[in-house]
Nanobody, 125 residues
Framework: QVQLVEAGGGSVQAGGTLRLSCLVY???????MAWFRQTPGKDHEGVAT????????SYANSVKGRFTISRDNAKDTVYLQMNSLKPEDTAMYYC???????????????????WGQGTQVTVSS
């Protein structure tokens, strides 16, 4: 049974920081992982992806230079360090995992096989 469990969301003021974590259960090996976010009435927006070893990463333009994705394979955990947060970063954040191989498109939600339940991030101005 595959399970992704996010943690670390919360409420911060603009300019603040948060660190999200995603603990992965039930997947053999070290899959490609991603963070997405969603606001009410909108589709999932890709935020960042990371390859199996952590060397490959990609970011949405809206978060480049502010967010950092990383992973600790010994702990089966992926992180999203979020600095210089803005009110427009307010969303439910989800981690996602790929069953096999590499994603055809990093930020296309339908490419990803497994999803967590999400953790809310709220940034006030």
């Amino acid at each position: 049974q595959v399970q992704l469990v996010e943690a670390g969301g919360g409420s911060v003021q603009a300019g603040g920081t948060l660190r999200l974590s995603c603990l992965v259960y039930g997947i053999t090996g070290h899959p490609y992982m991603a963070w997405f976010r969603q606001t009410p009435g909108k589709d999932h927006e890709g935020v960042a992806t990371i390859g199996p070893s952590g060397v490959y990463t990609s970011y949405a333009n809206s978060v480049k230079g502010r967010f950092t994705i990383s992973r600790d394979n010994a702990k089966d955990t992926v992180y999203l360090q979020m600095n210089s947060l803005k009110p427009e970063d307010t969303a439910m954040y989800y981690c996602a995992a790929l069953r096999l191989g590499a994603p055809l498109s990093d930020f296309l939600p339908t490419n990803w096989n497994y999803w967590g339940q999400g953790t809310q991030v709220t940034v006030s101005s």
